[in-house]
């Protein structure tokens, strides 16, 4: 059994930062072995990937509309990951979700929600215009 906890989200300013944390926990989970994604959900609106970073870190993956503002990472060592949100917008107002998956190569990054077999309990973020 796999538990992730998403931390880090709040109310902020259009053109602000939050950094979201997750941590990974299990009692034979090995976090080194998962890729991890960032998903998000507006009211009214379906869950959507936002970023995935394979189980080595050597990639990343992201959506269009956040490329250059937001940044994913993971320290293997701790068995977190996290995703910097730089120059936020009021699009940018979900419930944001981390998830995480089994994979067997080092490289992959996968986008669809199906893909992902744990959840976070999300974390809200919300920007002001």
Request: proline share 2%; net charge positive; charged share 20%.
């Amino acid at each position: 059994q796999v538990q992730l906890v998403d931390s880090g989200g709040g109310l902020v300013q259009a053109g602000g930062s939050l950094r979201l944390s997750c941590a990974a926990s299990g009692r034979t989970f090995s976090f080194s072995r998962y890729a991890m994604g960032w998903f998000r959900q507006a009211p009214g609106k379906e869950r959507e990937f936002v970023a995935a970073i394979s189980r080595s870190a050597s990639r990343t993956s992201y959506t269009e509309s956040v490329k250059g503002r937001f940044t994913i990472s993971r320290d293997n060592a701790k068995n977190t990951v996290f995703l910097q949100m730089n120059n936020l917008k009021p699009e940018d107002t979900a419930l944001y979700y981390c998830a995480a998956t089994f994979v067997n190569r080092a490289a992959e990054v996968p986008e669809a929600t199906g893909r992902y077999n744990y959840w976070g309990q999300g974390t809200q973020v919300t920007v002001s215009s």
